[in-house]
């Protein structure tokens, strides 16, 4: 198992890091085919061979996914388009 751990700290209020998370997540879905749904503050990401979360706190967005065996070779490009899509919906 590969994990992408990105920890990204913010200084939007809750709404705004809801809809950070939700951009983000929207994004990785329609790029990776991966489906998500919010339990509370969580958003939680699952499709064949992912898993993984987006946890927000009051100064924090952390994204954690499990890569299984045939989405390791897309690992550095999955986190590159995290890191770049947090760059773009974070104004810290």
Do not use: C
Not at 15 to 42: C, I, K, M, N, P
Not at 50 to 62: A, D, Q, R, S, Y
């Amino acid at each position: 198992m590969s994990v992408i751990d990105v920890r990204r700290p913010h200084t939007l209020d809750k709404e705004h890091a809801r809809q950070a998370a939700e951009t983000l997540a929207r994004d990785l879905s329609s790029q990776f085919d991966v489906h998500y749904q919010w339990e509370g503050d969580q958003l939680k990401f699952k499709r064949s061979g992912v898993k993984g979360h987006l946890n927000i706190t009051p100064t924090e967005l952390h994204i954690r996914l499990e890569l299984g065996m045939m989405l390791r070779p897309f690992k550095s490009r999955i986190e590159q388009e995290i890191h770049s899509q947090l760059d773009q919906i974070i104004k810290a």
